[in-house]
Nanobody
Framework: VQLQASGGGLVQAGGSLRLSCAASGITFRSHDFGWFRQAPGKEREFVSGINWDGSRTSYADSVRGRFAISRDNGKNTVYIQMTSLKPEDTAVYYC??????????????????WGQGTQVTVSS
């Protein structure tokens, strides 16, 4: 199983980025996906999640209204569009996957597979 996250970079506050997570080695359309982030000296935190068929999404309060998660089952890829970025969004962003279940998308311990992370840096 491989989850390849990409799209990170340096952006000014107020700018936008789109992260991608390309998955291989799993039956993509039967898996839920989540995005998590970890800033230096902080715990890894939930950012957003999407269930196996895209009918359910979840967002952390800190990003709701600014970030949008989506998936393309034809491309085996999950995206997170990040807008109105703030310096506090600076972190390494990780995508994660689990077999689709009817449970909360927010708990990192429920995800079996993790990507390598991509750095997002927002300058003020």
């Amino acid at each position: 199983v491989q989850l390849q996250a990409s799209g990170g970079g340096l952006v000014q506050a107020g700018g936008s980025l789109r992260l991608s997570c390309a998955a291989s080695g799993i039956t993509f359309r039967s898996h839920d996906f989540g995005w998590f982030r970890q800033a230096p000296g902080k715990e890894r935190e939930f950012v957003s999640g999407i269930n196996w068929d895209g009918s359910r999404t979840s967002y952390a309060d800190s990003v709701r209204g600014r970030f949008a998660i989506s998936r393309d089952n034809g491309k085996n890829t999950v995206y997170i569009q990040m807008t109105s970025l703030k310096p506090e969004d600076t972190a390494v962003y990780y995508c994660a996957a689990r077999c689709g279940v009817v449970r909360s998308l927010t708990r990192p311990t429920e995800y079996a597979y993790w990507g390598q992370g991509t750095q997002v840096t927002v300058s003020s």
